[in-house]
């Protein structure tokens, strides 16, 4: 099993930038991609961003190309995804996620972190 902490979310104003981080523990010597979803009050858990385990391939969507970027430390166990620009419709918990292929569809996600709030003001 692995298991799945983010940190790094908070309030921030409309423009400004936030780091999330995502460390894994557990069974961290497989190769799995990780992957960061969202969830706004209401609204279905979408995808945000996903990265492979060499970080050669990622995969963004479209709402956040341009402005969020992620990465990932191996040494670390750690993804992090580095967030610019943010609106408003940012605001949402964030969680982190683990896959064996680089996938947007949360449910072929194994194991998930418990979300970091993100909150971003107008």
């Known amino acids: 099993q692995v298991q799945l902490v983010e940190s790094g979310g908070g309030l921030v104003r409309a423009g400004g930038s936030l780091r999330l981080s995502c460390s894994a523990s557990?069974?961290?010597?497989?190769?799995?991609?990780m992957g960061w979803f969202r969830q706004a009050p209401g609204k279905e858990r979408e995808f945000v961003a996903a990265i492979s385990w060499s970080g050669a391939r990622t995969s963004y969507a479209d709402s956040v190309k341009g402005r969020f970027t992620i990465s990932r430390d191996n040494t670390k166990n750690t993804v992090y995804l580095q967030m610019n620009s943010l609106k408003p419709e940012d605001t949402a918990v964030y969680y982190c996620?683990?896959?064996?292929?680089?996938?947007?569809?949360?449910?072929?996600?194994?194991?998930w972190g418990q979300g970091t709030q993100v909150t971003v003001s107008s």
């Open positions: 996620a683990t896959d064996p292929n680089l996938s947007a569809i949360a449910s072929e996600y194994d194991y």
């Open positions: 557990g069974r961290t010597s497989a190769r799995y991609v």
